[in-house]
T-cell receptor, first 113, second 114 residues
Framework: AQTVTQSQPEMSVQEAETVTLSCTYDTSESDYYLFWYKQPPSRQMILVIRQEAYKQQNATENRFSVNFQKAAKSFSLKISDSQLGDAAMYFCAYRAGTYKYIFGTGTRLKVLA | EAGVAQSPRYKIIEKRQSVAFWCNPISGHATLYWYQQILGQGPKLLIQFQNNGVVDDSQLPKDRFSAERLKGVDSTLKIQPAKLEDSAVYLC????????????FGSGTRLTVV
């Protein structure tokens, strides 16, 4: 069965610094997609970044980038130049074939001024 | 484009009462999802619609939960009767078929069962 694990319940980062959120997953599939979603207090889940498993190149979106290690089944999110607005819950998610998204339990990110 | 609309935003009910949530997806999105997010956990899929047909309802507690998507657009999720453990945020999301580019989520309904 596919599982997604986020081992850091909470992380803190100083404003303007860099932080990395960890995610590991378990799957026997070779073709799948991985996502990071941000959930601020407004509760709306917002897509931050996505990665196709068949792509070697790590995805980047402005200050957000991932370190995708397919063999290790690791998918970490790096946030550079952290801003106060980055404070939120971050969820890692996996999807393959017709399977539903499987979400991790989330990491709460605090940004310190 | 307008986002995914959900209502109500908050709801408090007593156990054994019934409740209904409404979702209006993004125009043109064929796939609609209802997720349950219990405090401290990641969202869990309850049901997935493709147009007005059910694709996956394997984790929907069918003895008390029901959902429909009339005309392949709006959807309602109902709980009857509610239990204390149903207290959660109910998120609706929509996507183009497949959802490979990600989902668009609504702001959810926070349900408290007392």
């Amino acid at each position: 069965a596919q599982t997604v694990t986020q081992s850091q319940p909470e992380m803190s980062v100083q404003e303007a610094e860099t932080v990395t959120l960890s995610c590991t997953y378990d799957t026997s599939e070779s073709d799948y997609y991985l996502f990071w979603y941000k959930q601020p207090p407004s509760r709306q889940m917002i897509l931050v970044i996505r990665q196709e498993a068949y792509k070697q190149q790590n995805a980047t979106e402005n200050r957000f980038s991932v370190n995708f290690q397919k063999a290790a089944k690791s998918f970490s999110l790096k946030i550079s130049d952290s801003q106060l607005g980055d404070a939120a819950m971050y969820f890692c998610a996996y999807r393959a074939g017709t399977y539903k998204y499987i979400f991790g339990t989330g990491t709460r990110l605090k940004v310190l001024a | 484009e307008a986002g995914v609309a959900q209502s109500p935003r908050y709801k408090i009910i007593e156990k054994r009462q019934s409740v209904a949530f409404w979702c209006n997806p993004i125009s043109g999105h064929a796939t609609l999802y209802w997720y349950q997010q219990i405090l401290g956990q990641g969202p869990k899929l309850l049901i997935q619609f493709q147009n007005n047909g059910v694709v996956d309802d394997s984790q929907l507690p069918k003895d008390r939960f029901s959902a429909e998507r009339l005309k392949g657009v709006d959807s309602t999720l109902k709980i009857q009767p509610a239990k204390l453990e149903d207290s959660a945020v109910y998120l609706c999301a929509s996507s183009l078929a497949g959802g490979w580019n990600g989902y668009t989520f609504g702001s959810g309904t926070r349900l408290t069962v007392v």
